[in-house]
């Protein structure tokens, strides 16, 4: 396995091939196999890009056709027929159903861009600058979303202020519970010297930062009160959206109704970039032409492909089986964790999104070391990095989600007996 060239020439920067320290030359569906032959389950899917798979034979088909049709791979903003297909395909199965009518927005082809536009908006149409964010939050890593960030290892490498944030602990952090009535409680104080914020930027479930899954009740509390104080709510959706949880938004059947939502990993189905804010009209009026450009906001590939992935959400029972995949990640997970009570193991999350929070960073990271040797490819995340994160793509089949979970049983018990 030659990673020379890599070691060689590629920056310092490089992160996710040391934890997986092979070269892949293939993926189809659920696995990726190296140039050496060996076949790894992904039950990391591109930090939940996959939603539907390496390669998903739908969308490549889609993709070949567009490609051999001359179509419009690269365009800007202008408008294309593929990008006509996308829109006019989101509005029909997304937002008219749910009796949405806010509007697409699309920009830089990344997370971290889709909320530095959320950001920007929320403080144009406000005319206030802090937002309010919250830990054990990850909005990305450019310089606005790494200020609502809340991981130290990130914010230190910005090298300038990172501010504008009021911090506030999530639900499920200490101080959580009474976090919003007590800051309810200041913000009418005329002496507490807080100003009412623009927005409150909160993922309702929080990914990267340990899958922390918010209540619908705390949630409507954060929202009553930025209805009250007239700032935006502001959802980032990007991880734990387009159907991870067993519906299209991780917050359907709350009752939620946020001004933006930022979205971006799996949107554009097959891998390609692209991200896109739901903004609502009002909201939305605040732009002028051109205030949020970006080169790249007319990913004609991404449309293509992500035209199929909508397709998927026509079908009441890719749904029904993503919950039920779902729950057979939960019921073994918890299974594991009640053999490690003692050592108090967590279970958390919703549908296909799963984490196991092993309160040991050192000892998830021996652990992801030992699922990549045995063939399986996951992804620490939390505080320190102690929880194990499982997202396989939702297409994966019953067969090789019981594989990879029998890796992981068989390479916890190998990491406890090791130490």
Request: glycine share 12%; charged share 20%; proline share 5%.
């Amino acid at each position: 396995m030659d990673t020379t060239v890599f070691e060689t020439h590629e920056s310092a920067i490089r992160g996710y091939c040391r934890n997986f320290p092979t070269v892949f030359e293939s993926a189809s569906g659920a696995r990726q196999v190296d140039e050496d032959g060996k076949s790894y389950l992904d039950f990391f899917a591109g930090a939940g890009v996959l939603n539907f798979g390496h390669n998903n034979p739908r969308m490549k088909d889609a993709l070949i056709e567009f490609i051999q049709a001359d179509g419009v791979a690269h365009s800007l903003d202008t408008y294309t027929t593929t990008k006509r297909d996308f829109i006019s395909r989101f509005q029909e199965v997304i937002l008219e159903p749910r009796g949405m009518d806010h509007r697409m927005q699309f920009m830089g082809p990344t997370g971290s861009n889709a909320v530095e536009a959320a950001m920007k908006l929320a403080r144009r149409a406000t005319g206030r600058r802090e937002i309010v964010a919250f830990s054990h939050g990850f909005h990305g890593m450019t310089l606005g979303a790494l200020a609502a960030t809340a991981n130290d290892a990130f914010r230190q490498w910005a090298g300038v202020p990172l501010d504008n944030i009021l911090r506030l602990p999530f639900e499920s952090a200490p101080g959580g519970r009474t976090a919003i009535s007590e800051y309810a409680a200041a913000l009418k104080d005329p002496s507490s010297g807080l100003l009412p914020p623009a927005a409150f930027l909160v993922e309702p479930i929080q990914a990267e930062g340990g899958v922390n899954v918010a209540s619908a009740s705390w949630l409507h509390e954060v929202q009553d009160l930025a209805h009250e104080v007239g700032a935006l709510l502001i959802f980032d959706d990007i991880q734990a959206g387009i159907g991870r949880t067993g519906s299209y938004f991780s917050f359907d059947g709350m009752g939620l109704d946020p001004d933006i939502i930022t979205l971006a990993k799996g949107l554009g189905g097959f891998g390609t970039p692209i991200a896109m804010n739901l903004n609502k009209p009002e909201v939305d009026d605040h732009w002028a032409p051109g205030a949020h450009t970006g080169t790249f906001r007319g990913q004609g590939l991404s449309f293509v492909a992500g035209t199929v992935a909508l397709d998927y959400f026509t079908d009441e029972s890719f749904l029904a089986d993503v919950l039920a995949k779902g729950e057979v990640m939960r019921e073994r997970l918890t299974r594991i964790a009640s053999a490690h009570r003692d050592d108090g193991w967590e279970v958390r999350g919703r549908g296909m999104i799963q984490g196991l929070d092993t309160g040991d960073g050192a000892f998830a990271k021996k652990l992801q070391q030992e699922c990549f040797d045995r063939g399986l490819l996951i992804g620490p995340c939390g505080s320190g990095g102690r929880v194990i994160k499982l997202i396989p793509p939702l297409i994966i089949p019953d067969e090789e989600l019981a594989e990879g979970l029998d890796l992981l049983e068989q390479a916890i018990d190998a990491t406890v007996k090791d130490l």
